[in-house]
Nanobody, 116 residues
Framework: QVQLVQSGGGLVQPGESLRLSCAAS????????MTWFRQAPGKEREPIAV????????NYADSVKGRFTISRDNTKNTVYLQMNSLKPEDTAVYYC?????????WGQGTQVTVSS
């Protein structure tokens, strides 16, 4: 079964850090690029970080550049999102996603709340 299972997230104060994980199964993880999206309340889901199959190339939305880092461990079939210097505007549900056999696959979503 093709699936992405997320972990991490929670409630933090501004300036703190969190790491999200996304474990893949049911497909050849090392053959697909991986992307993190987020959806804030009342807003559309937006891509924030993408990583190539080997991890050698990454790209970020301007809103998170310099604060968030996407990485992957192909030996563990897992992609990560390290989030530093969190801001209240980072509050959202975060999703990992990829495309397998031309079909999108999404993680279940993880709530991140940044509030004092």
């Amino acid at each position: 079964q093709v699936q992405l299972v997320q972990s991490g997230g929670g409630l933090v104060q501004p300036g703190e850090s969190l790491r999200l994980s996304c474990a893949a199964s049911g497909f050849t993880f090392s053959s697909v690029a991986m992307t993190w999206f987020r959806q804030a309340p009342g807003k559309e889901r937006e891509p924030i970080a993408v990583i190539s199959t080997s991890g050698s190339a990454t790209n970020y939305a301007d809103s998170v550049k310099g604060r968030f880092t996407i990485s992957r461990d192909n030996t563990k079939n897992t992609v990560y999102l390290q989030m530093n210097s969190l801001k209240p505007e980072d509050t959202a549900v975060y999703y990992c996603t990829t495309v397998v056999h031309e079909s999108p696959v999404w993680g279940q979503g993880t709530q991140v709340t940044v509030s004092s």
